[in-house]
């Protein structure tokens, strides 16, 4: 273990309820304060990004095991548990591997109450989505890559453009590739004559369906949570206000 001074990192999922030691009066008003919660919230995620040198990463979220470190969570107060059921989740996470450090779950929309303003954490570098390969068993390994929407929600700094354009653009430029492709290889195969751009027997090739014709100009700014929720096709990424009956599985509450 780490000789490092902060306490009760042994079992962390069971930590939240007792986040210091020092309980004297100024401690009893920060508990009663639902500002000050946040306020005291906020410097502790802080301190960890500054001093201990962890970033939070959005991930994807493989099961109902992890739960939320947000002392105020919102879903934990409406569904009595604080397990993160949502597609995806934050990690504040110890990239350095200095010594063993658990890792510490959110919910996105827990984080966006801690830090109402994400994209000014992606511009300090210090959120940032999980890349490359993911181990997922021994023997299996996944390529993670998030939505073209997310993507870009992390490259304007917490701005992008609707879900469902990206969708039909997505959608229409395939369909143009198959068909376009479809005709080259007709083309060939019957041995037309010249190129298929301009054979008579191909007919007129579809023209390939343009971003600028999709997108507007600039990319709005947006909550990563409804983002995400979108993506997700569900109206509220960590559901508190319906009904659960998702097809994600129930596990028991880990007590
Ligand atoms: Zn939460
Ligand atoms: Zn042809």
């Known amino acids: 273990m780490s000789s490092h001074k902060r306490r009760a990192t042994l079992f962390p999922e069971e930590r939240y309820d007792d986040p210091v030691d020092d309980d004297d009066g100024e401690w009893e008003k920060t508990v009663q304060a639902p500002v000050k919660r946040l306020e005291f919230e906020r410097k502790r995620v802080e301190a960890e ?12 979220n493989p099961s109902t095991r ?21 597609a995806f989740r ?7 591997a200095r010594y063993y450090e658990p890792n510490k779950y959110y919910h996105v929309s827990c984080m966006e109450q801690i830090f109402p303003d994400l994209s000014a954490l992606v511009q300090r570098g210090v959120l940032k989505m ?6 997922l068993t021994i023997a299996s390994w996944q390529t993670s890559r ?5 993507e870009d929600w992390f490259n304007y700094e917490g701005r992008t453009f609707e879900v469902e354009i990206y ?15 479809t005709l080259e290889i007709n083309h060939q195969l019957e041995s037309h004559e010249g190129s298929s751009q301009d054979c008579e027997k191909c007919g007129e090739v579809p023209n ?42 129930k596990k028991p509450r880990r007590e």
């Open 167 to 181: 969708d039909r653009f997505q959608r229409d430029h395939s369909r143009w590739r198959r068909e376009t492709s």
């Open 90 to 96: 934050f990690n504040l996470k110890d990239l350095s």
């Open 146 to 150: 998030f939505h073209t929407a997310v």
């Open 130 to 135: 999980e890349g490359g390969v993911t181990q």
């Open 208 to 249: 390939e369906p343009l971003r600028n014709d999709y997108f507007p100009e600039e990319p709005r700014s947006s909550l990563l949570s409804e983002v995400l929720a979108s993506v997700t096709g569900v109206t509220q990424l960590d559901r508190v206000d319906e009904d659960l009956g998702a097809p994600r599985s």
């Open 49 to 60: 990004l500054t001093n201990q040198k962890r970033i939070i990463i959005l991930q994807a």
């Open 66 to 86: 992890s739960h939320c470190r947000f002392w105020d969570c919102v879903p934990r107060k409406f569904n009595g548990e604080p397990n993160i059921r949502s």
